[in-house]
């Protein structure tokens, strides 16, 4: 006999990105097609218990950020039919897949916010089939840290100026727009640099903040903005130390934070050299990972007295840059989608 649940909100959410992020480049694996992903997820079971939906990357060959109205209605069919419904949709607003650095020039901020557009279209077409009940649209700085340090303050004003412009775009559509914290991305790539950012925006009901839990780890330790690190030098993982750390980073994020991503990391960055670092996703089952993530997600799920906070209607797992073998074993979404279960009991609600 199945064992149900006790909570159903927030609703369970697969990203599908990690089918094309570091894939199909020259010397790397090839995409995994949307199909393949979706049937993945739509597979997966634990006690009964199934994903509720995907989060989705707006970038071929998943999906054409041009699609027409029609092509957008038989993917929303395929979703449907998978028993699954539309969360959060990623706006491909770099320079490589057509739009422009936030902080770069004129024509740079005008790709930037015609992606967002174009972004915001979808989300909002899906809306209007019924296949999308809740949600945002993902950006960042499309920016290097490099760059971004040649004139920080300047930068900034830059980057919160583009933001400010897509937010306005984006709340025409009823849209918000959530920019994901990662080490990346300059401007964004600490977390006292992303709170700068968010007030110079200061658009807290359109543009508000992504926390990825594998991403704003690497916040706490310092990577890319070491004059920022939560913990000591020679933090040895000491729980008290870790737990005063998170406290404070989630103090000053939370209340901007509008979607949240469930993930695991080791503490190790890729990139070297003038390459800025980035976070390297785990396994939910990966030994070396450094969270405990059903009891790490409350630090986002709830308030600082420990009350749910009911702000996320859907959560989604991120976890990108596994081989090709990883991820069409079945078992690897089964696990995944346990870890999801045990953070919406730890930290979700009935209704």
């Given at each position: 006999m199945s064992q149900q649940p006790h909570n159903n909100f927030p609703k369970l959410h697969n990203a599908m990105?990690?089918?094309?992020?570091?894939?199909?480049?020259?010397?790397?694996e090839p995409c995994i097609d949307l199909d393949t992903m979706l049937n993945l997820t739509a597979q997966a079971e634990v006690n009964g218990t199934k994903f509720d939906g995907v989060d989705i990357f707006l970038f071929e060959p998943h999906i054409n950020i041009?699609?027409?109205?029609?092509?957008?209605?038989?993917?929303?069919?395929?979703?449907?039919?998978?028993?699954?419904?539309?969360?959060?949709?990623?706006?491909?607003?770099w320079p490589p897949t057509g739009g422009?650095?936030?902080?770069?020039?004129?024509?740079?901020?005008?790709?930037?916010?015609?992606?967002?557009?174009?972004?915001?279209?979808?989300?909002a077409k899906f809306r209007e089939l019924g296949i999308r009940p809740h949600g945002v649209v993902r950006i960042d700085s499309a920016s290097s840290v490099s760059e971004w340090d040649k004139d920080p303050k300047a930068a900034t004003k830059r980057i919160a100026a583009?933001?400010?412009?897509?937010?306005?775009?984006?709340?025409?559509?009823?849209?918000r727009l959530a920019a994901e914290g990662e080490i990346c991305w300059g401007g964004m790539h600490s977390w006292k640099n992303m709170l700068n950012l968010l007030e110079a925006v200061d658009m807290p009901k359109v543009v508000g903040f992504q926390a990825d839990?594998?991403?704003?780890?690497?916040?706490m330790l310092g990577y890319n903005a070491p004059e920022h690190r939560l913990v000591p030098e020679n933090f040895r993982w000491q729980p008290d130390q870790f737990h005063t750390a998170m406290k404070k980073?989630?103090?000053?994020?939370?209340p901007w934070t509008i979607d949240f991503h469930v993930a695991q990391n080791d503490a190790t960055v890729k990139g070297s050299g003038?390459?800025?670092k980035t976070g390297r996703h785990c396994l939910a089952t990966d030994p070396n990972g450094k969270l405990n993530i059903a009891r790490d997600a409350g630090y986002w799920m709830r308030d600082e007295t420990g009350k749910v906070t009911r702000k996320f209607k859907h959560i989604c797992w991120d976890g990108c840059m596994f081989p090709n073998e990883v991820m069409m074993r079945q078992q690897t979404w089964n696990d995944i989608l346990a870890a999801m279960i045990q953070v919406r009991e730890n930290h979700g609600w009935k209704s």
């Open positions: 990105w990690p089918g094309l992020v570091g894939k199909g480049s020259p010397g790397a041009d699609a027409s109205d029609d092509d957008l209605k038989r993917m929303a069919d395929k979703i449907r039919a998978k028993g699954l419904v539309v969360g959060s949709v990623v706006a491909p607003i422009g650095s936030a902080m770069g020039t004129e024509e740079d901020r005008k790709k930037f916010v015609e992606q967002v557009r174009k972004g915001c279209r979808i989300a583009t933001f400010k412009e897509a937010g306005t775009v984006a709340k025409g559509f009823g849209e839990m594998a991403h704003t780890l690497l916040y980073l989630t103090k000053a994020l939370r003038s390459h800025d």
